[in-house]
């Protein structure tokens, strides 16, 4: 099995894994064969990528950390809580707050996510969305708890810290609701006055949980200060050293991490090993080592199934990675016709390396 983006589909291919649409609906199932309608349908719902079985990719397994039914639920749980707020303060009703209702809400979707994490225990997190990217928001919020769980998990935090860790995750950008859709969605840069609005989201996210005693102090600083940063630049309120605390800094974390991995409607999607390197020049300036160094267990450089380039010139695909050295994983070298042909651990031919990932096995 291995991924494709939408846009190099052919007809034929048959599909490695179950595609959901924007309202949590199957798209299409897995093991369909793909004809140019279904491409096509794809394609119009903003469904970035698939997952493909061909001969190619014959044998490569892709576990993920969470599974995709659990993680379509959890999306769509999401969804609903950030609706039903964003429509309370269109219509300026009174509760205009994270309720306890609406806080059970969230604690419901973390103990389902959490107890999929424990059935699916040593996976790293797979970064590749099956869903519509208009969704993004709320499948960027599940990423970031995901990612930020499985790095306090790697820390060895107590679970009452984790819980705390993982509802401020999955509440970090709430909000967000009060930011205009055609700035959150803008192709292009934002304006300085666009920006400056923008950067308000994490107080006014503070602003509807502050009043709620049921949510815990350290989840109500994950959303107020997910953009601090150690060395004082970040905002809105310019923390730096000790009051950044630890559970922001792997939210923060996992916050940069997802957003550059993932498509958006202004720019295309940063390879993981690319947003790992942009991850690395913050820390110590940014973040504390030890969180990067817990965050990057949980990462696959290059996922199972990815297309490479090799020092060599030779193309390769990705079969399993070495969690002890993640830039050196195991290939399958394909010849000038795109044919697989032998294997080799990366761990053994130290003078062999990759240089890129490809978009596709034709690149």
């Not at 199957?26 to 493909?52: C, E």
């Not at 590749?128 to 960027?140: G, V």
């Not at 060895?156 to 995750?169: Q, S, T």
């Not at 399993?320 to 050196?328: C, D, G």
Request: proline fraction near 3%.
């Amino acid at each position: 099995m291995r991924i494709m983006s939408t846009s190099g589909l052919t007809a034929g291919v048959k599909l490695g894994k179950t595609v959901y649409d924007e309202k949590g609906l199957v798209l299409l199932r897995s093991g369909v064969k793909l004809t140019d309608s279904y491409i096509f349908q794809l394609k119009r719902k903003n469904i970035p990528a698939v997952y493909v079985d061909d001969a190619l990719s014959r044998g490569v397994e892709i576990a993920s950390a969470i599974d995709q039914e659990v993680r379509v639920k959890a999306v769509l749980q999401i969804k609903e809580i950030f609706e039903e707020l964003k429509e309370q303060r269109n219509s300026k009703m009174a509760t205009r707050y994270i309720s306890d209702q609406h806080y059970e809400g969230v604690k419901s979707t973390f103990d389902d996510i959490m107890a999929n994490l424990q059935r699916n225990k040593g996976a790293t997190m797979n970064m590749a969305e099956l869903m519509s990217s208009s969704l993004y928001t709320y499948t960027h919020s599940l990423n970031v708890a995901v990612l930020s769980v499985l790095t306090a998990q790697s820390l060895g935090l107590p679970p009452d810290k984790i819980k705390e860790l993982g509802v401020g995750a999955l509440l970090h950008d709430v909000g967000k609701i009060a930011i205009p859709d055609e700035i959150l969605n803008k192709q292009g840069s934002l304006t300085e006055a666009e920006w400056k609005l923008m950067k308000t989201h994490p107080e006014e996210g503070y602003r509807m949980v502050k009043d709620n005693l049921s949510i815990s102090a350290y989840t109500k600083a994950i959303i107020m200060s997910h953009h601090e940063r150690v060395d004082g630049s970040g905002y809105p309120n310019g923390f730096s050293g000790d009051k950044v605390h630890l559970l922001t800094q792997i939210v923060s974390m996992a916050d940069i991490f997802d957003a550059v991995t993932s498509d958006r409607c202004y720019r295309d999607r940063v390879p993981v090993y690319q947003a790992v390197e942009i991850i690395m020049a913050q820390v110590h300036k940014g973040y504390d080592e030890k969180v990067f160094r817990a965050f990057m267990q949980n990462v696959d450089l290059y996922p199972p199934g990815q297309i490479v380039r090799l020092s060599n010139g030779e193309k390769a695909m990705v079969v399993r990675n070495n969690r002890e050295q993640p830039t050196r994983p195991y290939v399958r070298v394909l010849n000038t016709e795109n044919e697989p042909m032998d294997e080799v651990d990366l761990m053994k031919h130290l003078s062999l390396f990759i240089i890129k990932e490809l978009d596709e096995v034709c690149a």
